[in-house]
Nanobody, 125 residues
Framework: QVELVESGGGLVQAGGSLRLACVVS????????MGWFRQAPGKEREFVGG????????HYRDSLKGRFAISRDNAENTVYLQMNSLKPEDTAVYYC??????????????????WGQGTQVTVSS
C-alpha cells in the first residue's frame, strides 16, 4: 500500500515562503512521477506542478512559474514544493499525488492513483 504524507503547511504573510514536503512509503519511490495540486475554498482542485520519476523534468501551472519549484530526493522518498513570494490567492489545501510512471510528467489528476491527505497553506495579506 502506497502512502503519502504531506507536511510543511501553515500560516504565512504575503511575500513569504514555505516549503512543503511529501514522504512516500510502500513502494519504490523512484518509479513514481509526482504531482502537486491545490484546492482553494469553493474551487475545484487544480494542478500546481509535476516532476518526473528521475527528477530530470518538471512542469508547472503557467501562473506559478517563477514562484514555485518542485524537487525530489529519491534517496529520502520525498518530493518538495518550494513556494516563494506567496500571495493570498495561494491559500488552499495542497496535495501531493503519485503515479507509477517512468516516462515523464503526469499532468491530469485523474491519472494519479495515490494521494496524500493534504496540508493547509494560508497566506495573509
Amino acid at each position: 500500500q502506497v502512502e503519502l504524507v504531506e507536511s510543511g503547511g501553515g500560516l504565512v504573510q504575503a511575500g513569504g515562503s514555505l516549503r512543503l514536503a511529501c514522504v512516500v512509503s510502500g513502494d519504490t519511490f523512484s518509479s513514481y512521477a509526482m504531482g502537486w495540486f491545490r484546492q482553494a475554498p469553493g474551487k475545484e482542485r487544480e494542478f500546481v506542478g509535476g516532476i518526473s520519476a528521475g527528477g530530470s523534468s518538471t512542469h508547472y501551472r503557467d501562473s506559478l512559474k517563477g514562484r514555485f519549484a518542485i524537487s525530489r530526493d529519491n534517496a529520502e522518498n520525498t518530493v518538495y514544493l518550494q513556494m516563494n513570494s506567496l500571495k493570498p490567492e495561494d491559500t488552499a489545501v495542497y496535495y501531493c499525488a503519485a503515479e507509477r510512471w517512468q516516462y515523464g510528467i503526469v499532468l491530469a489528476q485523474d491519472e494519479y492513483d495515490y494521494w496524500g491527505q493534504g496540508t493547509q497553506v494560508t497566506v495573509s495579506s
